[in-house]
């Protein structure tokens, strides 16, 4: 079992930047052979997948359309996955959640919501032009 609290969201211009955290607990919270992602939700889109980091190596996946603004990565000593974004679109504004106790990491899947059993509640970003 995991707990997911998320930090870091808000609000920001275009160009700018912020950085989102995921702070997991319970039993299996520093588990190596988990991935761990972040998936974000638009008003009236589908859950997305943004950024995945395998674990034990802190190995990362991204997305096509966030790739070189966006890095994700663990911090194993404190439980958390950090989501740092860097200019930032308005297209970037959506909930942003963070999900645990993925498992499988290939392309099609490690970025789908169906890989992932623990889920955060969610964090809002909002990306003004």
């Known amino acids: 079992q995991v707990s997911i609290d998320e930090y870091g969201g808000g609000s920001v211009q275009a160009g700018g930047s912020l950085t989102l955290s995921c702070v997991m607990t319970?039993?299996?919270?520093?588990?190596?052979?988990?991935?761990v992602a972040w998936f974000r939700q638009a008003p009236g889109g589908e859950r997305e997948g943004v950024a995945a980091v395998y674990y034990g190596s802190n190995f990362p996946y991204y997305a096509d359309d966030v790739k070189g603004r966006f890095s994700i990565s663990r911090d194993g000593a404190k439980l958390t996955v950090s989501l740092q974004m860097n200019d930032l679109k308005a297209a970037d504004t959506a909930t942003y959640s963070c999900a645990a106790g993925g498992f499988g990491w290939w392309p099609g899947w490690v970025l789908t919501p169906k890989a992932y059993k623990f889920w955060g509640q969610g964090i809002q970003v909002t990306v003004s032009s």
């Open positions: 319970g039993p299996e919270a520093n588990d190596s052979r988990y991935c």
